[in-house]
């Protein structure tokens, strides 16, 4: 299907230069198009460097690139699914109540951290829990392990919702349990995203699934055609068992990322339990997409297993809050979210990221930090597994490190945990990278904790995890040479595409 789209593309590009060259009047037309887009893409609200990768090649590459924006954005299938899965978001939202008493609570322990707390809620609906309790996993094999046992006690529904899938020791495991789960009775769903597993899965393996008795849906399913819907993917690891349990976090359902298989070395991940009411969020975000894509209608309340008796069945741990973030509403709640708790530091925040592909805001924040007096600890990989987004990762170091923000490689392989921790007080973890996708393109969550244990656990794996690093210095980044300079600034220049 891929080489179906290099086609359409290389096609593209031989029709509009033939035709320019052979029709002076057809060029001009061309040209004032594409004069007329980048005037378009300036005026957009999006991010001033994602207006930049688009307009560079436009003006390179005049006729092709305003062609190519135009045929993108004027797709009407995109249009549909931006309307429909819009209409399926906000169909939710009522159903999501903020209990007063709690941000009054917040508003007495911490009013920096209630207002944190409040942007969530405005930008992404989700409300925040006081009676909830949540377990941190430092590794994926922690998390499998746990996850088995939460998902063999399944009694009502199953609900699972992950980027990839990938048949193997830990997939055939959990496929194994589901089809029993299903054959008792029990609502197993499972939803992949199409991009994700192009290459993990079988072609319409959906179909395998719905043979076992397992309910299944495809989010986006990719087609060989030109058009910026693909560009909307679904990243978001999400796992809610009975209603009450709930886990999200960086890790995929594939043998890496619990180091059941060798991938690019050590596989680092984590992932977060939560238990409550707090749950609710999440079985809401995972129903919001499933209606969508069933397109059929959803009773909610027949899945909120939680209410005031959760108090009772779970030890309060501070404060929970699952957030949901979509590419579709202009509104990046994940990197705002980032930058609410890098601003309001005031002695720490340590970050897990495997791509650190910044822009001018988020460079910006970190900087202003570190110069202010915060210890900024940034992890990313040592064993990369793309490599020109591992460059462009490496592009940073200088300026950040310039600024007084540490730098450190996992030298044990490739690291795929997306969190953060703060002042021993604050953390969020979940499925959003620091890079251009996770921020402004795909359907992600997360869950953001405020004096709870699993902040503690956070702080401790951060700490661990430091002796098993490189810190890399300022003299490395100015002994780069400078071809390999010259590499990783044109690739910046197409870091918001990646």
């Not at 179906?4 to 060029?27: A, E, R």
């Not at 976090?249 to 596989?267: Q, T």
Request: with cysteine; proline share 4%.
């Amino acid at each position: 299907m891929s080489v179906l789209m290099i086609f359409q593309i290389c096609l593209l590009i031989i029709l509009t230069v033939k035709l320019s060259t052979s029709f002076i009047y057809l060029y001009f037309t061309f040209g004032l198009l594409s004069l007329a887009v980048v005037f378009f893409i300036a005026s957009q609200r999006s991010n001033p460097a994602h207006k930049l990768a688009w307009v560079i090649p436009i003006l390179i590459f005049p006729v092709f690139g305003g062609v190519l924006y135009t045929l993108l954005r004027t797709n009407s299938r995109s249009k549909k699914f931006r309307d429909k899965i819009d209409a399926s978001l906000n169909k939710a939202l009522p159903l999501l109540k903020q209990r007063s008493d709690i941000t009054a609570d917040l508003e007495q322990q911490d009013k920096s951290v209630a207002n944190q707390s409040r942007y969530i809620l405005k930008a992404s609906g989700f409300p925040v829990y006081n009676n909830s309790e949540s377990i941190y996993y430092s590794s994926g094999e922690d998390f499998f392990v746990s996850f088995i046992e939460e998902l063999k006690r399944a009694e009502k529904f199953i609900f699972i919702e992950t980027f990839i899938i990938r048949e193997g020791l830990m997939w055939n495991t959990i496929l194994s349990i589901l089809e029993k789960k299903a054959a008792e009775g029990v609502d197993v769903r499972v939803m992949y995203d199409d991009a994700g597993c192009l290459t993990t899965l079988p072609y319409k393996y959906y179909n395998t699934l719905r043979e076992k008795g397992i309910k299944c849906y495809v989010f986006n399913p990719f087609t060989p055609l030109l058009e910026i819907r693909m560009n909307n993917r679904d990243h978001r690891k999400i796992i809610v068992i009975d209603g009450h349990t709930a886990f999200t976090g960086g890790i995929n359902l594939a043998d890496e990322y619990i180091n059941a298989y060798e991938r690019y070395g050590h596989w680092k991940d984590s992932a977060i339990m939560v238990r409550g009411e707090a749950a609710w969020n999440m079985t809401v975000m995972f129903l919001q997409l499933w209606s969508y894509l069933s397109n059929e209608p959803e009773d909610y309340e027949k899945f909120r297993a939680c209410s005031d008796f959760c108090e009772d069945m779970y030890e309060p741990d501070g404060y929970i809050q699952p957030y949901g973030d979509s590419p579709l509403d202009n509104e990046p709640v994940g990197e705002l979210t980032y930058i609410n708790m890098i601003s309001r530091a005031k002695d720490y925040v340590y970050i897990f990221t495997p791509y650190l592909v910044l822009d001018h805001e988020m460079i910006t924040t970190l900087k202003l930090a570190a110069k202010s007096g915060v210890d900024v600890r940034i992890v990313t990989p040592h064993v990369p597994d793309k490599w020109y987004v591992f460059w462009v990762t490496q592009s940073f170091y200088e300026v950040l490190i310039e600024a007084g923000v540490r730098i450190f490689e996992y030298t044990p392989g490739f690291l795929h945990s997306k969190a953060f921790v703060c002042d021993d007080v604050l953390g969020t973890v979940g499925s959003i990278n620091l890079d251009y996708r996770s921020l402004y393109f795909h359907f992600e969550c997360g869950v953001w904790l405020y004096k709870t244990e699993s902040v503690k656990a956070i702080r401790d794996d951060f700490i661990e995890t430091f002796e098993k690093c490189q810190e890399i210095t300022l003299e490395e980044c100015l002994s780069v040479k400078p071809l390999k300079r010259i590499a990783r600034g044109f690739l910046r220049l197409f870091a918001p595409l990646m």
